[in-house]
């Protein structure tokens, strides 16, 4: 790994899945994320692995969850390696995609939707 590599990150870099993460990589993973928010408020993170922006994004949320005593359904999306599907939320919900960006979706509908530095758990708890 190059100076710069530890400093900004390697190209397309996974970060390290936090456990209350859940991955959406096909349609049917978004399928049941979808079905999940009849019965919870749920986030889908979508995240650039390459941006050095995106993982900032997502280092700061992530202590955000982890500092948090609320329980939150926070789906994962890589959007470089699974973009049919991070297209599809956009062409679905009617939410111009953006990267790093936060769509709350309650009851099968977007409520909520931030991009980088306005994510914020506040988003899905308030």
């Not at 710069?4 to 349609?27: A, L, R, V």
């Not at 599809?88 to 509908?109: C, M, T, Y």
Request: charge should be negative; charged fraction near 25%.
């Amino acid at each position: 790994m190059s100076f710069f590599d530890k400093i900004f990150g390697g190209k397309n870099e996974t970060p390290e899945q936090k456990t209350f993460w859940k991955k959406i990589e096909s349609e049917e993973d978004l399928a049941q994320a979808i079905e999940d928010s009849f019965q919870n408020k749920i986030a889908i993170f979508k995240h650039s692995t390459s941006c050095f922006i995106s993982r900032t994004v997502l280092k700061n949320f992530e202590k955000e969850v982890e500092n948090s005593d609320q329980e939150v359904h926070v789906y994962y999306l890589d959007l470089l390696a699974h973009r049919p599907v991070s297209n599809k939320i956009a062409a679905d919900f009617e939410i111009r995609h953006e990267s790093p960006q936060l769509i709350v979706i309650e009851n099968g509908k977007p409520v909520n939707n931030a991009s980088h530095q306005d994510i914020s758990l506040s988003q899905i708890v308030s």
